[in-house]
């Protein structure tokens, strides 16, 4: 036990601490020959050469990379009025294409080419119709049981995709002659899909609250579709997951025509079911 005790106590040799200490007191060791002199000084020759080399090639290349930074900003700057430009011209252009096609849908369908641009969304429609408003629950994580016992989303208590699906396909079922959704007008061939938690009207997202107005005889309208099966599945997601739904019938409401238009031709087909070569152009249709 004392040889142990005399190593933790003088761990370092007498010597070795008292030539420590004299080097301490004295400034730390200094370069004693000629030669070990002369290297010292080239160093420190070599450092502030190297410094001073280095501050004034920062100097002589400041404005240079201060002048290729404004350079690459105007670049940047006339890029995007260029692009916005092009932005601004392709609205122009689709805007006048699809002015095009609504005048073409009218004059291709006859006597019937206000319903043609009706049913394709081409005009706008004013006149009586309904207003339902649905909207997520104010807890969004209610649970029940009901139509979405099998659904595998936890948050039960969100308007889904296939929601608005049933309830736009409930109204055209009980009489709707045109629908829209936020201001976003449906035809037979929009598509009401999801893209994670939003919903989107052929290719656009919605935000909640949803307001659906649909042109009919309102008082009608209303009464049949909340009597139809998908007027009762939304009173069921009401009931059982708190979805908040309100329906009322409208003097006036006013449709916007559809943003874009998808022009279809279809031709006639003899009883076998080929082609029977060229026939009359007609604009098609179909339901998504």
Do not use: C
Not at 148 to 174: A, C, I, K, P, Y
Not at 218 to 245: M, P, V
Request: aromatic share 2%; glycine share 10%; hydrophobic share 40%.
């Amino acid at each position: 036990m004392s040889l142990l005790n005399n190593v933790m106590d003088h761990s370092l040799d007498d010597g070795y601490a008292e030539a420590t200490a004299r080097r301490e007191s004295e400034g730390g060791p200094r370069p004693q020959t000629l030669r070990a002199k002369l290297w010292l000084a080239a160093g420190l020759v070599l450092a502030a050469l190297v410094v001073t080399l280095g501050a004034a090639q920062a100097r002589i290349s400041a404005p240079v990379v201060a002048k290729e930074r404004e350079e690459l900003i105007d670049r940047i700057e006339a890029e995007t009025a260029a692009a916005d430009e092009l932005e601004k011209n392709v609205d122009r252009l689709r805007e006048e294409v699809g002015e095009r096609q609504r005048k073409a849908l009218q004059q291709q369908g006859g006597h019937q080419g206000d319903l043609v641009a009706l049913l394709s969304g081409a005009t706008e429609v004013t006149g009586q119709g309904v207003k339902l408003v649905v909207d997520d629950a104010e807890d969004s994580e209610a649970d029940g049981g009901g139509p979405r016992e099998s659904s595998s989303f936890s948050d039960t208590g969100r308007v889904r995709d296939r929601d608005m699906q049933r309830v736009v396909n409930g109204l055209w079922e009980s009489g709707a002659e045109a629908v829209a959704i936020n201001g976003q007008r449906l035809t037979a061939l929009s598509a009401i899909r999801a893209a994670g938690d939003a919903i989107l009207v052929d290719n656009k997202p919605l935000v909640p609250p949803y307001t659906v107005l649909a042109v009919g005889d309102g008082k009608k309208l209303s009464t049949a579709f909340q009597d139809s099966a998908d007027g009762q599945y939304l009173h069921a997601l009401q009931e059982n997951f708190g979805i908040r739904s309100s329906i009322s019938a409208q003097e006036k409401v006013r449709l916007p025509a559809a943003p874009s238009l998808i022009v279809r031709t279809a031709e006639p087909r003899t009883a076998g079911g080929t082609p029977a070569g060229q026939g009359t152009a007609e604009t098609g249709k179909g339901t998504s």
